[in-house]
């Protein structure tokens, strides 16, 4: 069950985010009467799952041809899905108040309006979408490398994706009422939870390549599901990430002063 949770929660948030920004690039092309331009935004987007998919093929590949140093190879993968992860949480904490979320979107979109090029605002979509592409293959390769329960992770991320095509033509009629701050807000917990997760699983596959020493502190059970490992090195990693998520939590909400 967790395979499956965590697998259907990376494809609807990344999906949903790509679809997202999609969708509120084209209510922004309609309302700014360049309706003409909408093809291209779908087009790029369309180029951009392509190049998603030939990235997952290439990442499949490199872990083939270095099977001698895989535990190496998978520690490091899951730490940088843990470090990626982190900056989503932060990228979507900043994004929770709609007014960011629409001059994140007006930012993007109006300099490749004011160059009046259509390939600028094809590259504008083709870059949103495939970062949630890249970040997507990068994160289920960690989570495969993290569980066994394959069978979890597809039919997660097969019912992720029939949810999402159902979410399409839901967000591309009533994306301006969507509640964005608990979207953004219940995804960013989320996504922190996994982080913790895929850190505690990179350092552990680390420490059995013996780049990392093993320091063994009996104080919590080892629960791999959940990327938990009674090492200090484990323990101390996530607990420096709860720290920084904290902090991220206390700069984005904190009280502003009046005036």
Do not use: C
């Not at 003409?36 to 083939?64: C, H, N, P, R």
């Amino acid at each position: 069950m967790p395979a499956f949770i965590d697998s259907f929660t990376i494809i609807v948030r990344e999906g949903l985010e790509a679809i997202l920004i999609i969708g509120a690039i084209v209510a922004y092309l309609a309302a700014t009467k360049h309706a003409d331009k909408v093809k291209a935004v779908y087009s790029w987007a369309g180029v951009a799952v392509i190049a998603s998919l030939l990235t997952a093929f290439l990442v499949e590949q490199v872990f083939k041809a270095t099977e001698e140093q895989l535990e190496l190879l998978e520690g490091a993968t899951m730490l940088l899905a843990a470090a990626v992860l982190l900056y989503v949480t932060n990228w979507l904490l900043g994004k929770m108040e709609s007014k960011k979320w629409s001059e994140y979107i007006r930012e993007k979109v109006g300099d490749a309006l004011t160059s009046s090029s259509t390939l600028a605002l094809g590259l504008v979509s083709f870059l949103a979408v495939y970062r949630e592409g890249f970040e997507t293959v990068l994160f289920y390769k960690a989570l495969t490398i993290s569980t066994p329960d394959i069978s979890g992770v597809v039919t997660g991320l097969a019912l992720g994706l029939v949810v999402l095509a159902a979410l399409f033509f839901l967000i591309m009629k009533i994306e301006a009422k969507l509640p964005l701050n608990i979207f953004f807000g219940s995804t960013s917990a989320l996504l922190f939870l996994l982080s913790l997760k895929f850190a505690g699983n990179g350092v552990h596959e680390l420490q059995e390549a013996g780049i990392i020493g093993e320091t063994v502190w009996n104080i919590v059970p080892k629960v791999k599901d959940l990327g938990i490992y009674p090492t200090f090195e484990t323990l101390a990693l996530q607990g420096a990430m709860v720290l920084f998520g904290a902090a991220l939590l206390y700069l984005h909400f904190r009280p502003r002063k009046a005036g």
